[in-house]
């Protein structure tokens, strides 16, 4: 990756510090969310990155509109003495997620399934494009975690169960993300920065383990106080942990990541955001990381509940330089302040935390591009983005069983389709989709299911959600049932209960009633147990959350596109086959393994 010349930038980074003063400093490391600090205290306390998190979008939800609010936020910076840029951050997990009208791409766990570096790395370019455009310079993804528990809310971030092929598509992700190229990586001004997460074991961790604090209630709601797994314990050995975890995040060092994100997990009793030995020790030291740690969305507030000063105390001497406050930036300042000025955080990690910012904003020359490149804007969900999207969704679709030439579809005759997933963007993108959890209905602009099949049919479609159609005259040809998972993100998505809800399974058998041929096309963030519908079924494709562009589902459905896709996971026959752990342990062969693909 090229970069400004290494003492060039040192020595900017040694004059800068010199001239800089505790608060200018301490600044830098903060990080509050848009809708928690007016634009002006940008400059009133140096900032040095602001966020929009899932759902922080500006009103009316727009690119224009969120050009605009981004670039507010960097002139405020550029207003500051020594006119340092901030970098705004967005989670752009599967797509510029959180905007508008931008294209949605399959969830990792779908672009597992395609398996296809070149293809990824195509994803990130249009994910880089469409986020300067909006005056984004900063990615929280690729999430290179390896899911071991499909219970997990998180699975369909992974990109697989199995390390090796995490660490080569979350390499590809970033690729995108950072190097348009030319040769001239970040500093290319079409690049944006990415964030390797969630730094280490988030996807290994127990069941029964979740971690639940006050505050999640408020967001949560009822959920927390459902036993499962998000945020929990990691409880395996330093062997397993660098074998199955840390595995990735090497592989993304080596081809240049600088930003890494903490997770909210613990490993061996101590939470991420305060392990020092994992954080400095091995990822900085030993492993030579000289980017910047970022934490997560109040995650530093998890390390000692109740005491806002010693996790502030603890977080920064564990070695996290920048920190996702996201609400009370000036207690996080004034926190800050105090441990340095009492010696309980030390001057020199200060300077540490803040030049390694420094020089990963001067690596991304943003100095000198601060506000982004408006002539992108006509790009965001363009035809060309999205017949990218297109091509992706067919990609990542899996062919679990195909009989009595059920597939592919005659593009004539009569085909029922029924479930109300067939035609709800929402519930064909999931969550991380306009809104944190995501929503259900027409929450973005896209082609749904049955709109595609509509337009690639020359015979009658006819749809009903709850699949009631006339039980007189001739069976219809094909019938074609989708089902999804309800939109969830994070640990709302924990689900001890794996099974298809009774009425997803009422209406594949009444559909099958009254057809030749039974198709059933599955949106879900990870394997769910499908053995007796799968039985009444004559096709089942796995989905997975393909985004906006539907119509890569009819083109395979249609035979235009060949299913190439392999499972990225284990598809378990029963609950007792979960964990991956337990898979392997002896509970007998798993329904459709690993790399299984019709």
């Given amino acids: 990756m090229a970069r400004m010349a290494a003492d060039d930038i040192d020595s900017r980074i040694k004059y800068m510090l010199s001239d800089m003063t505790l608060d200018e400093k301490i600044g830098?490391?903060?990080?509050?969310?848009?809708?928690?600090?007016?634009?002006?205290?940008?400059?009133?306390?140096?900032?040095?990155?602001?966020?929009?998190?899932?759902?922080?979008?500006?009103?009316?939800?727009?690119?224009?509109?969120?050009?605009?609010?981004?670039?507010?936020?960097?002139?405020?910076?550029?207003?500051?003495?020594?006119?340092?840029?901030?970098?705004?951050?967005?989670?752009?997990?599967?797509?510029?997620?959180?905007?508008?009208?931008?294209?949605?791409?399959?969830?990792?766990?779908?672009?597992?399934?395609?398996?296809?570096?070149?293809?990824?790395?195509?994803?990130?370019?249009?994910?880089?494009?469409?986020?300067?455009?909006?005056?984004?310079?900063?990615?929280?993804?690729?999430?290179?975690?390896?899911?071991?528990?499909?219970?997990?809310?998180?699975?369909?971030?992974?990109?697989?169960?199995?390390?090796?092929?995490?660490?080569?598509?979350?390499?590809?992700?970033?690729?995108?993300?950072?190097?348009?190229?030319?040769?001239?990586?970040?500093?290319?001004?079409?690049?944006?920065?990415?964030?390797?997460?969630?730094?280490?074991?988030?996807?290994?961790?127990?069941?029964?383990?979740?971690?639940?604090?006050?505050?999640h209630e408020e967001i949560w709601g009822e959920r927390t106080r459902i036993t499962g797994i998000d945020q929990g314990l990691s409880e395996v050995d330093e062997t397993t942990l660098r074998r199955v975890h840390l595995a990735p995040y090497e592989r993304a060092l080596r081809a240049g990541a600088r930003n890494?994100?903490?997770?909210?997990?613990?490993?061996?009793?101590?939470?991420?955001?305060?392990?020092?030995?994992?954080?400095?020790?091995?990822?900085?030291?030993?492993?030579?990381?000289?980017?910047?740690?970022?934490?997560?969305?109040?995650?530093?507030?998890?390390?000692?509940?109740?005491?806002?000063?010693?996790?502030?105390?603890?977080?920064?001497?564990?070695?996290?330089?920048?920190?996702?406050?996201?609400?009370d930036y000036r207690g996080f300042i004034q926190a800050l302040a105090r441990a340095v000025e009492r010696g309980d955080v030390p001057q020199d990690r200060i300077d540490d935390a803040v030049a390694r910012i420094l020089r990963v904003k001067l690596e991304m020359n943003l100095f000198e591009r601060p506000l982004g490149d408006e002539a992108l804007l006509e790009r965001v969900g363009s035809s060309e983005?999205?017949?990218?999207?297109?091509?992706?969704?067919?990609?990542?679709?899996?062919?679990?069983?195909?009989?009595?030439?059920?597939?592919?579809?005659?593009?004539?005759?009569?085909?029922?389709?029924?479930?109300?997933?067939?035609?709800?963007?929402?519930?064909?993108?999931?969550g991380w989709t306009i809104e944190w959890m995501g929503a259900r209905g027409p929450i973005t602009p896209g082609t749904t299911l049955l709109e595609a099949l509509r337009e690639g049919s020359t015979g009658d479609v006819e749809y009903d959600p709850a699949g009631r159609f006339s039980?007189?005259?001739?069976?219809?040809?094909?019938?074609?049932?989708?089902?999804?998972?309800?939109?969830?993100?994070?640990?709302?998505?924990?689900?001890?209960?794996?099974?298809?809800?009774?009425?997803?399974?009422?209406?594949?058998?009444?559909?099958?009633?009254?057809?030749?041929?039974?198709?059933?096309?599955?949106y879900s963030g990870r394997p769910l147990l499908i053995n007796e519908p799968l039985a009444h079924a004559d096709a089942w494709v796995a989905a997975w959350l393909p985004g906006t562009e539907g119509a890569g589902i009819a083109d395979a459905l249609f035979g235009l596109k060949p299913f190439t896709g392999k499972l990225s996971h284990d598809w378990p026959r029963a609950v007792d086959q979960v964990p991956l752990s337990a898979l392997r342990n002896g509970t007998g062969p798993p329904l459709l393994p690993f790399g299984f693909g019709i």
């Fill in 471 to 522: 039980e007189s005259g001739d069976l219809a040809e094909y019938g074609i049932v989708v089902i999804a998972e309800p939109p969830y993100a994070e640990g709302v998505g924990d689900r001890a209960d794996l099974q298809l809800p009774p009425e997803e399974v009422d209406l594949v058998e009444r559909v099958r009633a009254r057809v030749r041929k039974l198709i059933v096309v599955q």
């Fill in 260 to 327: 890494v994100m903490a997770s909210y997990s613990s490993w061996n009793g101590i939470k991420m955001h305060a392990h020092r030995y994992l954080l400095t020790e091995v990822l900085k030291e030993s492993l030579g990381f000289s980017g910047f740690l970022v934490s997560d969305w109040k995650g530093i507030d998890q390390i000692d509940p109740g005491d806002y000063y010693a996790s502030v105390c603890r977080a920064i001497n564990a070695g996290l330089d920048m920190v996702m406050v996201p609400f």
């Fill in 28 to 215: 830098q490391m903060t990080q509050p969310e848009k809708n928690s600090i007016p634009v002006e205290d940008v400059t009133n306390y140096h900032i040095g990155s602001v966020l929009s998190g899932g759902g922080g979008n500006p009103e009316p939800n727009s690119p224009a509109d969120w050009r605009a609010m981004t670039i507010a936020f960097q002139e405020a910076a550029l207003e500051t003495r020594l006119g340092i840029p901030i970098l705004y951050g967005v989670d752009a997990v599967h797509g510029h997620n959180n905007v508008r009208g931008a294209t949605i791409f399959p969830h990792n766990i779908g672009l597992g399934a395609a398996g296809d570096p070149h293809l990824v790395r195509r994803i990130g370019r249009v994910t880089a494009l469409e986020m300067v455009a909006t005056g984004v310079h900063w990615n929280f993804a690729p999430a290179v975690s390896v899911p071991q528990d499909i219970r997990w809310g998180r699975t369909y971030e992974g990109f697989s169960q199995e390390p090796e092929l995490v660490g080569e598509l979350g390499v590809a992700y970033l690729d995108g993300l950072q190097n348009a190229g030319d040769g001239r990586g970040l500093r290319h001004p079409h690049t944006v920065l990415g964030s390797i997460k969630h730094y280490l074991g988030d996807g290994g961790t127990t069941w029964g383990s979740a971690s639940r604090f006050p505050w």
């Fill in 385 to 430: 983005h999205r017949a990218v999207a297109r091509e992706a969704v067919s990609r990542s679709l899996v062919l679990l069983k195909n009989v009595h030439q059920a597939l592919p579809l005659a593009d004539h005759g009569r085909i029922l389709v029924a479930g109300e997933a067939a035609d709800d963007i929402g519930l064909q993108c999931g």
